[in-house]
């Protein structure tokens, strides 16, 4: 009977510890994840060979890491109306969507910011340090049943970087969750190069013919802005 109680002792002291255990490594985890900077982050995260298209479906990098804006100094706010002219802060950390490849002494991120909700992503170069050097706005969506896209952007081999923008014609601001059957806005393809310091140089732009345009097509998964029939 001794025997028997002193078993049960020692199997319950075994348990505690192992809880023990398992609570103290997950605490490790936990900071050792918390401990990571922006730099560790970067280099962390895999690289994305160019070209690269961000279409809609585009899948995120595995990891993807937060990153604290405002001590980027980096936008913190996201659009309210398909025109881009009123805006709201926004509090949540941003997401590093993917890292490119480069040859040069820079990094260049796409980050997200406000990915479940009106989104707005951004083109960051950083340092090797982590510094951020310079950033342009490079994709813009609304979440409502699908995700509305005004703006997306892509990257060729070369590293000439193409915002395809949606300038809606209005004289009011059109909320993005307001129904219509057609909008008239303006595709705009901006092409930007990257310079030897990090700083991103607008090379030109291309203007298109006006054109309506249904929520059906800014919505529809298989189709890019960059492939309309302007």
């Known amino acids: 009977m001794v025997y028997f109680e002193n078993t049960c002792i020692i199997l319950c002291l075994r348990e505690i510890i192992m809880r023990n255990l398992l609570a103290l490594f997950g605490i490790f985890v936990s900071c050792n994840l918390f401990a990571l900077d922006v730099k560790d982050k970067i280099a962390k995260t895999p690289k994305t060979i160019l070209p690269f298209e961000c279409i809609r479906t585009a899948p995120w990098s595995n990891p993807n890491y937060a990153l604290d804006l405002e001590d980027l100094k980096l936008p913190v706010y996201i659009y309210e109306d398909l025109g881009l002219t009123c805006k709201t802060s926004y509090k949540n950390d941003g997401e590093i969507f993917r890292r490119f490849e480069t040859n040069n002494s820079y990094e260049l991120l796409a980050l997200k910011i406000g990915s479940s909700d ?71 393809d901006t092409y930007y190069r990257v310079d030897s310091s990090g700083k991103f140089q607008q090379i030109k732009q291309v203007k298109f013919k006006p054109e309506f345009y249904t929520p059906e097509y800014l919505k529809d998964e298989n189709k890019n802005l960059w492939e309309g029939k302007e």
């Open 118 to 188: 009106p989104g707005l992503g951004i083109l960051v170069t950083f340092t090797k340090d982590g510094k951020v050097i310079d950033h342009i706005e490079s994709e813009v969506y609304f979440c409502l049943d699908k995700r509305l896209y005004i703006s997306q952007y892509r990257i060729d081999k070369d590293m000439n970087i193409i915002v395809t923008h949606l300038q809606i014609n209005s004289q009011t601001a059109i909320p993005f969750d307001k129904s219509f059957s057609s909008i008239q806005a303006q595709r705009i």
